[in-house]
T-cell receptor, first 111, second 115 residues
């Protein structure tokens, strides 16, 4: 059972367009993180959200944590080729030390 | 960049042979993790450690064992490698639990091919 479902799995859009990717679960998480991974490298943390309804902005990227702390979204405004990569969400639960990852959204921005 | 070194970075081995992957950190972080990454499966936790000699299983621990005798080193061992263990293995470290907003720092990965 995949605890964190990410959608879409793949997304290819033109430079300058806006996009939103999603991370959904039936479980409640105490915090949720988004990572970006480029080919041949390990994932790198973009943001951590901890409060239901929280919105964080990182330049053209906007992250939101659902009110019930079961889901999150990542919105990119005016996508650029440098945004290309695999976007992973990861959740932590208070009751254990394990960190659960979604399968990721592979994003390709066409110049 | 966080000081995490994985070795070897690439390895080709034959079915039935033992394999050990090493993760070395210079950050003195308490938590260390081993993940495998496969197409269609994402990152899956194999084993993790929350201190020296303190380890626990993740979601795909069968066929793997780990040891942590020092804070800085976390070893992943495949006692008898199988083709299904062909994968890219990532080590990660964190100072705090992700539940407490800890950040995971990843190594560059070790690509293992079992023939």
């Amino acid at each position: 059972t995949q605890l964190l479902e990410q959608s879409p799995q793949f997304l290819s859009i033109q430079e300058g367009e806006n996009l939103t990717v999603y991370c959904n679960s039936s479980s409640v998480f105490s915090s949720l993180q988004w990572y970006r991974q480029e080919p041949g490298e390990g994932p790198v943390l973009l943001v951590t959200v901890v409060t239901g309804g929280e919105v964080k902005k990182l330049k053209r990227l906007t992250f939101q944590f659902g009110d019930a702390r079961k889901d999150s979204s990542l919105h990119i405004t005016a996508a650029q080729p440098g945004d290309t990569g695999l976007y992973l969400c990861a959740g932590g639960r208070n009751r254990d030390d394990k960190i659960i990852f979604g399968k990721g959204t592979r994003l390709h921005i066409l110049p | 960049d966080a000081g995490i070194t994985q070795s070897p970075r690439h390895k080709v081995t034959e079915t039935g042979t033992p394999v050990t992957l090493r993760c070395h950190q210079t950050e003195n972080h308490r938590y260390m993790y081993w993940y495998r990454q496969d197409p269609g499966h994402g990152l899956r936790l194999i084993h993790y450690s929350y201190g020296v000699k303190d380890t626990d299983k993740g979601e795909v621990s069968d066929g793997y064992s780990v040891s942590r005798s020092k804070t800085e080193d976390f070893l992943l061992t495949l006692e008898s490698a199988t083709s299904s263990q062909t994968s890219v293995y990532f080590c990660a470290i964190s100072e705090r639990l992700i539940a407490n907003t800890g950040e995971l720092f990843f190594g560059e990965g070790s690509r293992l091919t079992v023939l």
